[in-house]
């Protein structure tokens, strides 16, 4: 299908993101092919849902805090509902829910997808300022997918990215909690998809040098050290002999 006739739905897990939901489903629903805006709410104890339904947003909401990848699946499932028998399905654009206004920069996501270079195309952010942290668990990240996959990403914690229903579909079930983008990477790169990092003047709020901020990346590496090792018990990886040749920054890869 052309990126004229294709139609894309976002999906955004949040939880306790009132003050800034309202902005990102308005700039997400400002994105060239959109028709669709799911927000899942994951167990909030504020008003997060009343002022994504306020945005015209279709929300679920889960009454207890059930992770990301979990509501990623949620969200997935309502678009599947939505779509109709002999259409093509719709893109899946998955998006962060603290983006606000930004959200809109998630646009190019699109192109390469629903063009059929891509079967997954990832968000590569600018630094973002503010932000705290010492790369441990990006580092960790980008040397499981590159040591499972050959391919070396900028960026592989990003949530923001854009997938065909058959990728998706591919990477279930998804890794737990915050290791679902790691896992999710390596698992559609195994499976012999195509998945490209590009480039989004995004701004989300960053995560700072204070205990909340510390508590967070700690979670944060236990997800993404769970979502590599049982990838690893698992002999989840493309040979070193089937590998293709060095990724390059910013172009389609695919591992094999």
């Not at 070396?152 to 990003?158: A, D, E, G, K, N």
Request: glycine share 8%; with cysteine.
């Amino acid at each position: 299908m052309s990126v004229q006739g294709q139609r894309v739905a976002v999906i955004i897990p949040a939880k306790d993101e009132e003050d800034r939901i309202s902005a990102t489903i308005r700039a997400a629903r400002a994105i060239p092919h959109v028709d669709l805006v799911v927000v899942v709410d994951d167990g909030s104890t504020d008003e997060t849902a009343n002022a994504a339904r306020h945005a015209g947003a279709t929300v679920v909401r889960h009454s207890v805090n059930r992770g990301k990848a979990s509501a990623m699946e949620t969200g997935a499932s309502v678009v599947a509902m939505r779509d109709v028998a002999g259409i093509p399905s719709r893109l899946l654009l998955f998006l962060d829910a603290d983006l606000g206004e930004s959200a809109v920069e998630t646009a190019p996501l699109v192109t390469p997808v629903a063009a059929g270079i891509a079967d997954c195309a990832i968000a590569a952010l600018p630094p973002q300022a503010g932000a705290g942290g010492f790369g441990f668990v990006t580092g960790l990240g980008r040397k499981a997918i590159e040591k499972a996959t050959g391919w070396h990403p900028r960026q592989p914690l990003s949530g923001q990215r854009c997938l065909t229903r058959e990728a998706f579909d591919t990477a279930r079930p998804l890794a737990t909690g915050w290791g679902v983008e790691v896992g999710m990477t390596i698992d559609l790169l195994v499976a012999g998809l195509t998945i490209q990092e590009v480039p989004c003047a995004l701004r989300h709020r960053p995560t700072a040098n204070n205990i909340v901020g510390y508590l967070h990346r700690v979670g944060q590496y236990k997800d993404v050290r769970l979502a590599v090792i049982s990838r690893a018990l698992r002999r989840v990886r493309v040979p070193r002999s089937k590998r293709k040749g060095t990724s390059v920054d910013f172009e389609p890869y695919t591992a094999f």
